[in-house]
Nanobody
Framework: QVQLVESGGGSVQAGGSLRLSCAAS????????MGWFRQAQGKERDFVAA???????????DYADSVKGRFTISRDNAKNTVYLQMNSLEPEDTAVYYC???????????????WGQGTHVTVSS
């Protein structure tokens, strides 16, 4: 059974940084896409970042326009873990952040097969 477990959320002041982690279990994710979505209170769940497999040792990272240049997604296949480094945080980044995983071609169009439970991020001004 596939499980995704997020950690690293918390409260931070604007301009600060946080690093989210998502530990995956139940299968090998090295050829899978892994990513992050977020949902602010009263809003729909939005795409944040994805890290997808392009064959061989090639991976691609893509980001929502709102986080480009501030957030970085990476993975450690040996640990089956994906990370989201968030810098220059803004109050608008406040949300529940969800880890997601799925076929890379699916995740590139924002379709995930598996979801974590979510971790809260609060950014105060």
């Amino acid at each position: 059974q596939v499980q995704l477990v997020e950690s690293g959320g918390g409260s931070v002041q604007a301009g600060g940084s946080l690093r989210l982690s998502c530990a995956a279990s139940g299968r090998t994710f090295s050829t899978y896409g892994m990513g992050w979505f977020r949902q602010a209170q009263g809003k729909e769940r939005d795409f944040v970042a994805a890290h997808t497999w392009g064959g061989g040792k090639t991976y691609y990272a893509d980001y929502a326009d709102s986080v480009k240049g501030r957030f970085t997604i990476s993975r450690d296949n040996a640990k089956n873990t994906v990370y989201l480094q968030m810098n220059s945080l803004e109050p608008e980044d406040t949300a529940v952040y969800y880890c997601a995983a799925g076929e890379s071609r699916g995740l590139r169009v924002r379709v995930a097969e598996y979801w974590g439970q979510g971790t809260h991020v609060t950014v105060s001004s």
